[in-house]
Every structure is written in C-alpha cells, then in structure tokens.
C-alpha cells in the first residue's frame, strides 16, 4: 500500500543543470512538503504546499522553487544545481491541519 | 524563534539497558509532540505522538510543559532499535513539524 512515491531513488546531476524532483500521494492530502536531511542537521522544509497552485517557502528555500499543479503531486525544482544541493530529498504529505506526515522514501541527489 | 533540540547525535547502548533519547522545545504555546523513526534504508516514519499516550514497540514519551521536553525512553533497549531517531513539534495550527538534528541509536550486543 504505497501511498508516497518519489521519482527517483538515487539521482547524479551535474552542476548547473536543472533538476526536478517528482513526488506523487495517492491519499488525497492537502499538504504537501519538501525536505532536505543532512547529517548532523535533520530535517530542515524547503518548501510546503496547502493547496493547488499555493505554495509557501520554509526554512531554506534559496535555489530551489516548486510545482503544484495537480493536488496529487508536488515536484522541486532546482534551477541550476550547485554542489552544496547534494542531499537527500524527503517528500511528505498530511491531511488538512491534522495527521501526521507520512514520508516518501527520498530521493538521494548528488551533484558533481 | 521556534526550535528543537536533540543533543545528542549518536547514543551507544548495550542491548537490555535502558535508553533516554533527550528532546527540548522552545515555544511559549502548546504544541503537539512527535517522535519519528528511520530504520537503516527505510522511509521516515511515524514512533509516538504525544496526545495518543500510547507505548509503540516498548517506546513511551512524557511531555514536561515545565522542562519543555519531550524525553523518549525505553526501559530495555534491542538490537532492532537501532536507526536514527527525530524528535518533530508542530506548533498549534501550523502546517508543518519542525524537526530536530536527530539522534542516532546504537544498541549493541
């Protein structure tokens, strides 16, 4: 019963490239997240989205934007990939103001 | 400004003793607790909830409004507990769980 799926498990992009992250719930969740977890500093939100189209910036959003254009999915994009984006990428999703997060199985990106 | 804290990042145990997994919060309101697990090449996933009050694999957590902590405690730790363990506020309304550093179990036997 997969219920958050990322397009990609292990991704190796070269710096300046652009880079889109696909993530896709099948739970029909309003809220949708992006994370980066990095030794020693967790979980810090990119971006989180409550609706379609709307969108909101977390703790770091600087050189990444985000989609949403169809509730089901929310996609990160990096404009020009940089090597400090070396990561890996969680992507969440939870019901209206309740629940709790339920996580994809992220996506390990490195950029060379 | 909102922020959690997990002190410790690797906590090292020998099967059967006790572990305490610290967890302090900064926020002047109430917020909801929780403790998230990921097992070594497995996705994050939900441990405990505060409001829930409830003992998921021999794991129980006390919030202390005084002490602003959310301790995670197990009275005899396994081998299968080892993973890395987050600690995930979420303030009264807000979308979004705030995240600690994690702390990293290692129950050895």
């Known amino acids: 019963d997969v219920k958050v799926t990322q397009s990609s498990r292990y991704l190796v992009k070269r710096t300046g490239e652009k880079v889109f992250l696909e993530c896709v719930q099948d739970m029909d969740h309003e809220n949708m997240f992006w994370y980066r977890q990095d030794p020693g500093l967790g979980l810090r939100l990119i971006y989180f989205s409550y609706d379609v189209k709307m969108k909101e910036k977390g703790d770091i959003p600087e050189g990444y934007s985000v989609s949403r254009e169809k509730k089901e999915r929310f996609s990160l994009i990096l404009e020009s990939a940089s090597t400090n984006q070396t990561s890996m990428y969680l992507c969440?999703?939870?019901?209206?103001?309740?629940?709790?997060?339920?996580f994809g199985p992220g996506t390990r990106l490195t950029v060379t | 400004a909102q922020r959690v804290t997990q002190p410790e990042k690797l906590l090292s145990v020998f099967k059967g003793a006790p572990v305490e997994l610290k967890c302090n919060y900064s926020y002047s309101g109430s917020p909801e607790l929780f403790w998230y697990v990921q097992y070594s090449r497995q996705r994050l996933q939900l441990l405990l909830r505060h409001i829930s009050r409830e003992s998921i694999k021999g794991f129980t957590a006390d919030l202390n409004k005084g002490e602003t902590s959310f301790h995670l405690k197990k009275p005899f730790a396994q081998e299968e507990d080892s993973a890395m363990y987050y600690c995930?506020?979420?303030?009264?309304?807000?979308?979004?769980?705030?995240f600690g550093s994690g702390t990293r179990l290692l129950v050895r036997p």
């Open positions: 969440a999703s939870t019901l209206h103001g309740t629940g709790t997060p339920e």
């Open positions: 995930a506020p979420k303030m009264d309304s807000s979308y979004k769980l705030i």
